[in-house]
């Protein structure tokens, strides 16, 4: 299938009627719209929306915590006819490039083990297997994986440890 190019922007009022729409077909916990609009105000939080670039039409989304050096990859979600076309891969380049800007430790995020597509996508990105939360998910029960992208800044500093902090 043909890769997608969407534009990637901030998370905004007018989209949150489609992105709890979108979290409903998704999750089987979707957060509500509140919820979304919540995340607006969060100072440490970061939702950024796919969007189809002519109709400006929401594909997908993605939201970030981001605590002390630590980033937090809470949802990513594309509506299933957009699915496996490159909208999810350009949603995390962008977290992955804010993390290396930013200087963050790593970046994390639970999936489903079913979600062979997902898995696949983080690992591409360096993400590897860290961990399980037993239980985790619902309808079906079914654990979490918990997976890690660690960022090292070690050869940018030239050794030298001070220059780490």
């Not at 709890?20 to 100072?43: T, V």
């Not at 939702?47 to 594909?59: G, H, I, Q, R």
Request: proline share 5%; with cysteine; hydrophobic share 40%.
């Amino acid at each position: 299938m043909e890769k997608m190019r969407v534009n990637v922007v901030p998370m905004h009022p007018d989209h949150l009627d489609e992105l709890a729409r979108l979290e409903k077909i998704c999750f089987s916990r979707p957060w509500s719209r509140a919820m979304l609009a919540e995340e607006l105000d969060n100072q440490c939080a970061a939702f950024l929306v796919a969007v189809e670039p002519v109709t400006d039409k929401v594909v997908g989304y993605a939201g970030l915590l981001v605590m002390a050096d630590e980033g937090y990859i809470t949802n990513v979600a594309v509506f299933p006819e957009y699915r496996r076309r490159g909208v999810a891969e350009q949603l995390i380049t962008v977290f992955d490039k804010f993390a290396r800007g930013n200087r963050l430790a790593f970046l994390t995020l639970e999936v489903r083990p079913s979600n062979t597509a997902a898995i696949a996508l983080y690992q591409s990105f360096g993400f590897e297997e860290v961990g399980r939360r037993r239980n985790y998910y619902d309808l079906p029960k079914e654990d979490a994986l918990i997976m890690t992208k660690n960022y090292d800044y070690g050869e940018e500093t030239n050794g030298d440890p001070a220059a780490e902090r």
